[in-house]
C-alpha cells in the first residue's frame, strides 16, 4: 500500500527534528492535527437536480495564532491531502514569523464543470457548514488551486451574513472592493521570485546564463514565470494540466499569459505591437518538462510531481518548490544523491501567506497601505528569512528543507512550551 501524503510529509519534522532542541511534549503536539471538519455541502445545481460535495477544513496547530490557509477546489481533494496542506501552512507561518497558526481546507470537485451560480451556491454552502470553526481570531481562509479572489469575496460575505457584522478579516485574498490587499494577487509569485533572485547569485547564477521551466501556469507559476522572465531570466518551459511548451531560445511569457486568461490553453504567441503570431515551439508533456534539462525547475502545481518513479530523470540542478508538497520524501533522497539542490516550499511560496497577513493587519486596523508598501514589505520578509535558511543549512551542512523545517520547529517548539501543557486543566477536570 503507498504511504499518506500526510505520513510522507510528516517524515520532514521527523528528519529536522536532529537539527533542533524542543520539548518532547511539543514534539508529540507537532505530530498531530488539532481539529478536523468534515462537511457535506448540498449544492441545488442549475438543472434542478440537488447534488452533494465533500468539504473540509483542518487547523493543524494553532498555538502560534489563529490557523491560516486557503481552499482548495479540486477533484483529488481528500482529509490526508487537506490535512498535509495544514501542516504544511503550519511550517510555513512558523518560518516567516507571521502571528498564525496552520490550517487548510477544501472541496472535492471539479470547479471547472461548474457554472459561476453553482459555484457561488457551493463557496456560501461552504461557509455555512464551516461557520464554527472559523473565524477571524480562530481560523482565516485565503486562495488555492482552483479559487481565486471572486470566491473569497463569496466566502467572506457568506460569513458576514451568518455573523450580522462585516467580517473582512476572516479571509484573506478578496477583492480590493470588499477590504483585500494590494499585491495579494501576484504575492506566491513575487516572494518566490524574491527568494529564486536572492539566492541564485550565491549560486553564482546569473540571469542571463540561467534557464528555467515552470510547471504550473496558474496564480503562483505564470506570476513567478513572468517575474523571471522580465529579470532577464531565459525560461524556456511553462505547463498547465493540458501540458506545456518549450523553446530553447526562451518563450514570451507576458504573451503567453495574456493568451492563458484569454483561452484556458497554453500557446506561445508573440505580439510586436498590435500584430501577433504563434512562434515555432516544441509541446511537451509535465513528464517531460520535468526532466529538462535546465538550471532551475519550478513544480508550481500540485503536490507528488517528482517521486521516487521520475526523480531520476530530473536533469535540474536546482528545484524552487512554488507547489505545496511537489516532492516526495523518497525523492528527495534521491535529488540530494544527485547533487540537486532544493529549495523548500514553506521558503519558497510563503509569499501568499505573508501577503494575506499583511491584509488581515489592514482590515483590523482599518488604514491601507500601497502597493509599494506591501512589496518592499514582502521583499524584506522573503530575502530576510531566505538567507537565513541559506545560512542555517551550509553552517550545519544540511538540505535547505531541514534547514527551513529546523528554524520553524525551533519558533513552534518555543510557543509550545511557553503556553504549557495545560496540565492543570486536565487534572481538575479528572479530580
Ligand atoms: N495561490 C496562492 O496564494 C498559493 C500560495 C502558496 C502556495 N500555493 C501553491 O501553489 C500551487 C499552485 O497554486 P495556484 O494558486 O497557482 O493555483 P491555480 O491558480 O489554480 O493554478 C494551478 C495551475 O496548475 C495547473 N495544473 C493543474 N494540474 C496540473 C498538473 N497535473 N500538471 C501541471 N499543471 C497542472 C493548472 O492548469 P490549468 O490552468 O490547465 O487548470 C493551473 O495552471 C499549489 O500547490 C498551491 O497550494 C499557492
Ligand atoms: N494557499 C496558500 C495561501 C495561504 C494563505 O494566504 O493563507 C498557501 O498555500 O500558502
Redesign the pocket.
Known amino acids: 500500500m503507498s504511504k499518506s501524503l500526510f505520513t510522507d510529509a510528516s517524515s520532514r519534522l521527523e528528519r529536522a527534528l536532529k537539527y533542533v532542541s524542543i520539548s518532547d511534549d511539543a514534539i508529540e503536539r507537532l505530530k498531530y492535527p488539532k481539529a478536523s471538519l468534515s462537511v457535506s455541502i448540498p449544492v441545488r445545481m442549475d438543472n434542478g437536480t440537488l447534488r452533494i460535495f465533500q468539504g473540509y477544513r483542518v487547523r493543524y496547530d494553532d498555538t502560534r495564532g489563529p490557523g491560516k490557509g486557503?481552499v482548495?477546489y479540486h477533484p483529488n481533494v481528500s482529509i490526508d491531502e487537506v490535512q498535509s496542506?495544514a501542516f504544511w501552512m503550519t511550517f510555513k507561518c512558523a518560518l516567516l514569523d507571521l502571528p498564525f497558526g496552520g490550517a487548510k481546507g477544501g472541496i472535492t470537485l471539479n470547479p471547472k464543470e461548474l457554472s459561476k451560480a453553482e459555484l457561488e451556491r457551493l463557496s456560501r454552502g461552504y461557509i455555512e457548514g464551516i461557520a464554527d470553526f472559523i473565524g477571524p481570531d480562530i481560523d482565516i481562509l485565503?486562495?488555492?488551486?482552483?479559487t481565486?479572489e471572486m470566491i473569497m469575496g463569496w466566502m467572506m460575505d457568506q460569513y458576514s451574513i451568518i455573523q450580522r457584522k462585516i467580517s473582512p478579516a476572516v479571509v484573506t485574498?478578496k477583492p480590493l472592493t470588499m477590504g483585500g490587499s494590494r499585491g495579494r494577487d501576484t504575492?506566491?509569485g513575487t516572494g518566490a521570485f524574491h527568494v529564486i533572485n536572492s539566492l541564485l547569485p550565491k549560486l553564482d547564477k546569473k540571469p542571463a546564463n540561467t534557464t528555467v521551466a515552470v510547471?504550473?501556469?496558474?496564480?503562483?507559476?505564470?506570476v513567478v514565470a513572468d517575474l523571471l522572465a522580465k529579470a532577464g531570466y531565459q525560461v524556456v518551459a511553462v505547463?498547465?494540466?493540458?501540458g506545456g511548451i518549450y523553446r530553447e531560445k526562451g518563450l514570451d511569457i507576458a504573451s503567453i499569459r495574456e493568451y492563458?486568461q484569454e483561452h484556458?490553453g497554453i500557446t506561445a504567441i508573440y505580439c510586436e505591437g498590435t500584430v501577433c503570431n504563434i512562434v515555432e515551439h516544441e509541446a511537451i508533456s509535465?513528464e517531460e518538462l520535468l526532466a529538462l534539462d535546465v538550471d532551475v525547475l519550478i513544480p508550481?502545481?500540485?503536490?507528488n510531481?517528482i517521486t521516487a518513479e521520475n526523480a531520476d530523470r530530473v536533469r535540474a540542478k536546482y528545484i524552487f518548490e512554488?507547489?505545496?508538497g511537489?516532492t516526495t520524501s523518497e525523492a528527495d533522497r534521491i535529488l540530494d544523491s544527485k547533487g540537486i539542490l532544493v529549495f523548500p516550499?514553506i521558503l519558497v511560496?510563503a509569499g501568499?501567506?505573508t501577503v494575506s497577513y499583511f491584509e488581515w493587519v489592514q482590515n483590523r486596523s482599518g488604514l491601507y497601505w500601497r502597493l509599494n508598501e506591501i512589496n518592499e514589505r514582502l521583499k524584506e520578509r522573503m530575502v530576510t528569512e531566505a538567507e537565513k535558511v541559506w545560512s542555517f543549512a551550509q553552517e550545519f551542512d544540511i538540505s535547505l528543507r531541514n534547514a527551513a523545517y529546523a528554524q520553524a520547529i525551533a519558533r513552534l517548539g518555543e510557543a509550545l512550551d511557553a503556553k504549557g501543557t495545560r496540565d492543570y486543566y486536565q487534572n481538575k477536570t479528572r479530580a
Not at 300 to 303: M, Q, R, S
Open positions: 486557503g482548495r496542506l485565503a486562495p488555492d488551486v482552483y481565486n485574498g504575492a506566491t510547471q504550473g501556469f496558474g496564480n503562483a507559476g505564470a505547463s498547465d494540466s493540458q492563458k484556458r509535465n508550481a502545481a500540485l503536490e510531481q512554488v507547489a505545496n511537489p516550499d511560496n501568499g501567506v
